[in-house]
């Protein structure tokens, strides 16, 4: 006979108290000394002069004025700025901001109300976020679901597909200047690098949709593909401009020939179509068609589920955000504008200094105006079909990059400006 | 590395053929399959499979008198559900030789087209679905809501009325029904205005659907196709003006035809008649005589042994019921012959040849309904 076990709060708790109890003991006991003795054999790094010693973090919980300088050290780690800022996490917030602002935005467009109700009759204070915690909803629900793969599916490429994509998203993240030395990777190749990463997605799409083992996928894979390679090489003659105006690959280095003028004023031809051509790397209206749902139903994506289709969506969103830093880098100066921002002092330390914060103020919100500038056609545009879109991407688009190209020769020969200086 | 097994096809001259089966449970096609043969990206054949949601509604109605045939009949398409009845009770109306009160033809005249309002939207809005357009989908949606309104200030129901019977309509129309069909009615046309403006006016909109599976005058005619679909062909056959039933004589509009016979043309045609259909309300709201609005009945109205075909013009086309009566209250033998099911023949004959993403962009602008068709 089967043994039908109650759910009682009273015994949750109870499971709870006696967890955050054990956890304490063991933590206590056990962890902290081992703690204790791996920094006394490992050597301790100096901060301004003074060594980090054990003893001194022990302090620092008392006292956190001797802390200040130790954060301002942690945001110069390579670790932070992979993990935190300008790196995953903060761009995984941001792919999360941009998915809510779309579906309120979508929504407003549409005389709807959009996502509204979560949470609003459990916590008080999820009544004035406008429905901000249906994206943990949501993010629970995927997680909560079952991963379903096909019969007969390419089982570890299909599995890998969706971390790939992630980690080739992530990977745009890496030359992205937020500020003056807020880069991962400060290397002379950044473009390059962006391209060769973008070179990653079609080969994963048709992967995946080769791995899923059906048709609509198949098809859908096979569209991706035809897309982004004739989309790839306007991209990239878009970019052109610029190198030759700034002369470098350098991300920061472009931001900083752009002083005074940003590149969108010399180069709008060249703006214009690398926006076109992203949206078109992003598979975003009206150039979703490899998940067109009338015709394939979701395209390569069809046979995910669960939280591989998660992974899938944050890795599309990361490179929207990518794609939106890297169109700001640019043609829209990075992270230049006026100044907004002083000193951040922490217990009289300055741990973020005035041109750092104005600069990533400046970073983001022009990061968010174009990703909200990218999610505008969706509302007014239907799709467009394959041989339209292949169509404009070779003739129309390349003929109007190489103009852009013309045009940046001429800045160039005419003397009004030079490789790093403008307006010189 | 060969294709994977789901996909493998015989080693022939038809190697590179790939059979794609889009339906029944696909969100492109609706209760309906369409075996879809293709060659790289161009569909080399089409072979459309309805069936599946068959209810034989034509042998339902030779179990009930005719007076209980009235909800169930219009089950099958419950977005024009007005349309699918009207013929109905016209043809009941000759058998048993009832006769109508005037006020009755009008206001059946406006709830018919009022329907016509309802399901253009409808229509409109999985059109907008079927093309990527989200907001094409929304906007048509939210606005028929307020025609629904309208229609469940009448008749008590918002989609499913059963509001015409055999010698008038069930009840009068509410006290202030006029001044407020008028003010809804001027925020429809407004909002038909905007449409056009921003749906059919979209460039990608055009690029999608114009020139796209291009119905001739003479194909659209040997293929038997009706509505809308015929007169974006060029052919002018409206039944309302060829074989005018109650009060349609009286009335001023137009019948809007097109000659492209593309898919734009198919999307347009209906557009063009929603402005009439407001002018046909707002001259009926004029010239409604106030009476009685049905015809007292006996219990089971029945008739003399006979036949009877009448047919409407619907939303989607020609509707045409069939009447046979033995002299009992039950009809003997009724068949509907329904537009969505004429449209079925002209699918194979335009996707041959276009392009897969072309695929739901023609399906829908056939105005084929697969509940309607299978009956």
Redesign the interface.
């Known amino acids: 006979m089967a043994t039908v076990t109650q759910f009682s709060f009273a015994d949750f708790v109870k499971s709870l108290l006696w967890l955050t109890f054990w956890i304490l003991v063991i933590f206590t006991l056990v962890l902290l000394p081992i703690i204790f003795i791996v920094l006394f054999y490992v050597p301790a790094p100096e901060i301004e002069g003074i060594e980090i010693t054990p003893y001194l973090l022990l302090t620092m919980m008392v006292n956190p004025e001797i802390g200040a300088p130790l954060i301002r050290a942690t945001f110069e780690t390579s670790f932070f700025k992979v993990a935190v800022f300008p790196g995953f996490t903060f761009a995984a917030l941001f792919a999360t901001a941009i998915i809510f602002i779309e579906r309120k935005f979508?929504a407003k467009?549409?005389?709807?109300v959009g996502p509204y109700y979560a949470g609003r009759e459990v916590f008080w204070w999820a009544r004035s976020l406008e429905g901000l915690l249906q994206m943990i909803a949501d993010l629970l629900k995927l997680l909560g679901k079952e991963v379903i793969i096909p019969s007969?599916a390419d089982k570890p490429i299909f599995w890998a597909a969706p971390v790939v994509l992630v980690v080739a998203a992530s990977g745009l993240l890496s030359v992205i200047p937020a500020a003056p030395g807020w880069v991962i990777a400060d290397i002379d190749v950044g473009l390059l690098v962006i391209f060769a990463i973008l070179g990653f997605f079609p080969l994963t799409a048709l992967l995946a949709s080769?791995a899923s083992?059906?048709?609509?996928p198949?098809?859908g894979g096979l569209r991706a593909l035809h897309q982004m390679i004739s989309y790839e090489i306007p991209l990239i003659l878009s970019v052109l401009g610029v190198v030759i105006l700034s002369g470098t690959l350098n991300m920061s280095k472009i931001v900083g020939a752009q002083e005074p003028y940003w590149y969108i004023l010399l180069l709008p031809i060249g703006a214009f179509v690398f926006f076109i051509t992203a949206l078109a790397e992003l598979e975003r209206?009206?150039f979703?068609?490899p998940e067109?749902?009338?015709?394939?139903?979701a395209g390569w994506l069809t046979e995910y589920s669960g939280m591989a289709y998660g992974l899938i969506q944050l890795a599309s969103y990361i490179k929207l955000y990518a794609l939106a830093a890297i169109f700001v880098t640019l043609f829209l100066g990075g992270w230049m504008g006026p100044p907004v921002a002083g000193d951040l002092y922490l217990f009289g330390y300055n741990i973020l200094p005035a041109e750092e914060g104005n600069g990533i103020f400046w970073f983001v919100v022009k990061t968010l105006g174009i990703s909200v500038l990218m999610l505008l056609p969706?509302?007014?545009?239907?799709?467009?079909?394959?041989?339209?879109l292949l169509r404009t991407g070779w003739a129309k688009l390349i003929a109007v990059t190489f103009i852009n190209i013309f045009i940046a020769l001429a800045l160039l020969y005419l003397g009004v400006a030079h490789p790093g200086v403008i307006g010189a | 590395m060969g294709l994977p097994p789901s996909m493998q096809v015989e080693e022939s001259e038809e190697g590179r053929i790939l059979t794609i089966s889009v339906g029944p449970q696909h969100p492109g096609s609706g209760h309906f399959r369409l075996v879809v043969k293709v060659d790289g990206d161009i569909i080399v054949g089409a072979d459309p499979d309805p069936g599946y949601v068959h209810r034989g509604e034509e042998k339902m109605c030779e179990y009930r008198n005719y007076i209980q045939n009235i909800p169930h009949l219009e089950r099958p398409m419950i977005a024009d559900s007005c349309g699918i009845l009207y013929p109905f009770c016209l043809a009941v109306e000759e058998i048993a030789n009832i006769s109508v009160p005037e006020r009755a033809q009008y206001i059946r005249v406006i709830m018919a087209e009022l329907n016509r309002c309802i399901f253009e939207l409808y229509w409109l809005g999985i059109y907008g679905i079927f093309l990527g357009h989200s907001t094409m989908f929304m906007w048509p949606m939210g606005d028929r809501e307020l025609l629904i309104d309208l229609a469940d200030a009448a008749t008590g129901a918002r989609v499913t009325h059963a509001y015409f019977v055999p010698g008038g309509v069930r009840n009068d129309l509410p006290e202030n029904f006029k001044e407020r069909a008028i003010r809804q009615l001027d925020y429809f046309k407004h909002r038909l205005d905007q449409y056009k403006d921003i749906f059919y006016a979209n460039p990608l909109f055009l690029d999608r659907t114009q020139g796209v599976g291009v119905l001739t005058a003479q194909d659209a005619i040997n293929l038997g196709v009706t509505g809308p679909v015929l007169r974006a062909s060029g052919v002018k056959h409206d039944i309302r003006k060829v074989e005018p039933y109650d009060v349609y004589d009286q009335l001023y509009f137009e019948v809007h035809s097109m000659n492209e016979g593309d898919s734009y043309a198919r999307a347009y045609v209906p557009f063009l008649e929603m402005y009439e259909s407001i002018k046909i309300i707002k001259q009926c709201l004029e010239k409604m005589p106030s009476g009685p609005v049905r015809t007292k009945l006996g219990p089971n109205p029945r008739g003399p042994a006979g036949e009877s075909f009448k047919r409407v013009e619907a939303g989607r086309g020609e509707l045409a019921y069939y009447l046979v009566s033995d002299g009992t209250p039950k009809p003997y033998r009724v068949k509907l012959s329904v537009p969505s099911f004429r449209q079925i023949p002209a699918m194979p004959h335009l996707l041959k040849g276009a392009k897969l993403a072309d695929m739901p962009a023609i399906y829908w602008s056939l105005n084929y309904w697969p509940v309607e068709a299978d009956r």
């Open positions: 979508l467009m549409q005389i709807r007969g080769w083992n059906s048709k609509y198949f098809i209206v009206p979703d068609l067109a749902e009338s015709e394939i139903v969706r509302g007014i545009n239907p799709r467009i079909r394959i041989d339209i």
